[in-house]
């Protein structure tokens, strides 16, 4: 079984404040930057080949912090591994979000449903699944795995995608594992 490691990125400034960031390119404040040392000293002992990374700045540059502490480089920075876009949510709070898009506001909470501009939670789910799998043929071994540095509703979608059960809050530099054979066999948190 090939193992592939997925972490969401450390903190912004927007995380802090309950924004929406999506596709917003939000770059880690000073605890997200401890949160990626943290995440490297946790993955050390597991003998990672290789980091790819969504190209949103707070992933990427956690990225970099990891792959420098553990030796190894960022093998690739992949659009598809950004987070769920959020149309115009983004940017704002969920008090703001009900103060000025009060209907699309509601029908997220009631259904999920997308606010305009926003992506569908199957397609998220479908590029996860691509990227995820690209880096699971590409990159992992069976005696050395990857790591993927993606995003919280990302992380969730992909793993909910694989699992039929989406997962409770994913916290920032938290990691989950996946096993691959051919297929995600195996999903859980580290």
């Known amino acids: 079984m090939r193992v592939v490691y997925l972490a969401r ?3 912004t400034d927007w995380n802090a404040a309950g924004r929406w960031q999506g596709h917003t390119d ?14 490297a000293a946790v993955l050390q002992p597991r003998g990672l080949r290789s ?21 190894i480089e960022v093998a690739y920075v992949d659009e598809a591994l950004r987070e769920r876009r959020f149309g115009v949510f983004e940017g704002l709070t969920r008090a703001e979000c009900e103060a000025q898009h009060g209907e699309a506001w509601q029908a997220w909470l009631d259904h999920k449903r997308t606010p305009g501009g926003g992506e569908t939670q199957d397609a998220l789910a479908a590029r996860m699944l ?9 990159l992992a071994r069976d005696d ?11 992380l969730r979608a992909l793993v909910a995608a694989a699992t039929g059960h989406m997962p409770q809050f994913v ?14 066999v195996e999903a859980r948190p580290v």
């Not at 691509?130 to 590409?138: D, K, L, P």
């Not at 916290?171 to 995600?184: A, D, K, Q, T, Y």
């Open 171 to 184: 916290h920032n530099g938290e990691v989950w594992m996946l096993g691959w054979e051919g297929r995600i």
């Open 144 to 154: 050395a795995p990857a790591l993927v540095v993606t995003h919280g509703g990302s």
């Open 51 to 71: 980091v790819v990374a969504s190209d949103l700045s707070r992933a990427h540059e956690t990225a970099r912090i990891v792959a420098t502490s553990l030796g």
């Open 26 to 39: 939000i770059p880690l404040n000073d605890t997200g930057r401890e949160q990626a040392r943290a995440l």
């Open 130 to 138: 691509a990227a995820f799998e690209r880096v699971a043929v590409s």
């Open 9 to 11: 990125h450390g903190e």
